[in-house]
């Protein structure tokens, strides 16, 4: 029997019903093994323990045969390769619980494996975005927030911009085709603020409301 965890979800990735007038433009969500080299540093992580792996065999070759030294380097090899999956098993589960989602009037990110949440990021909250796109064809697309926005880089991590804690930039990470996600934002996102301002003015005393 299929279950969904998120089949409470009116709208796959979206807490809510859109409000009339917003569509969405595209969903995505970020690569596991992507996601495991790049935030989780999978790769660094089993260097470490081959690096470990050859001190050992090295320390042990001077008293024992080449032979029984390479067998006293196999525990740190095989703690490396548990380490290794433990953390492509985290990537997976954050991958599977995640949605990334364009509109034509936001950025909407629900994130979180254990405890999760949605950001939403109207395009007027958004200063800068950018792209770092890889070989392969993905990449990460962090959004630079203006004015007095702020969300907390531990809680949203790792769908932030590394190393940005003061002013935490979240991002699209390690989705594939980044080039063209980052071209739909962009349309949307310049077609979003220049839309036009309409202000209301009240004839009976002459106050002026704004509104869009």
């Known amino acids: 029997m299929s279950h969904d965890d998120f089949n409470f979800e009116p709208i796959r990735g979206l807490p809510e019903q859109l409000p009339e007038g917003e569509h969405i433009l595209w969903q995505g969500a970020p690569d596991p093994r992507r996601l495991a080299r790049e935030a989780l540093g999978v790769r660094w992580v089993f260097a470490y323990f081959a690096l470990l792996a050859f001190w ?4 042990s070759s001077a008293d024992f045969s080449f032979g029984i030294a390479l067998m006293h ?3 740190f090899v095989i703690s490396g390769l548990l380490a290794c999956a433990i953390l492509y098993g985290i990537a997976y589960v954050q991958a599977r619980s995640t949605v990334y989602t364009l509109t034509n ?3 909407a990110m629900r994130i979180g494996a254990a405890l999760t949440m949605t ?3 109207p395009y007027t909250w958004i200063g800068t975005a950018k792209l770092d796109l890889k070989s392969s064809g993905h990449g990460t697309l962090a959004f630079e927030l203006i004015g007095e926005t702020r969300i907390s880089y531990l809680m949203s991590w790792p769908h932030v911009r590394p190393w940005r804690m003061a002013r935490t930039q979240p991002a699209l990470r390690c989705i594939p085709d980044a080039e ?3 071209r739909i934002f962009a349309e949307a996102a310049e077609t979003r603020i220049s839309e036009p301002r309409v202000t209301c003015v009240d004839q009976t005393d002459g106050n002026a409301v704004a509104a869009e």
Do not use: D, F, I, Y
């Open 56 to 59: 050992r065999v090295s320390v």
């Open 180 to 182: 063209s996600v980052a």
């Open 73 to 75: 380097g196999v525990p």
């Open 119 to 121: 950001l939403n990021l």
């Open 105 to 107: 009037k936001r950025v």
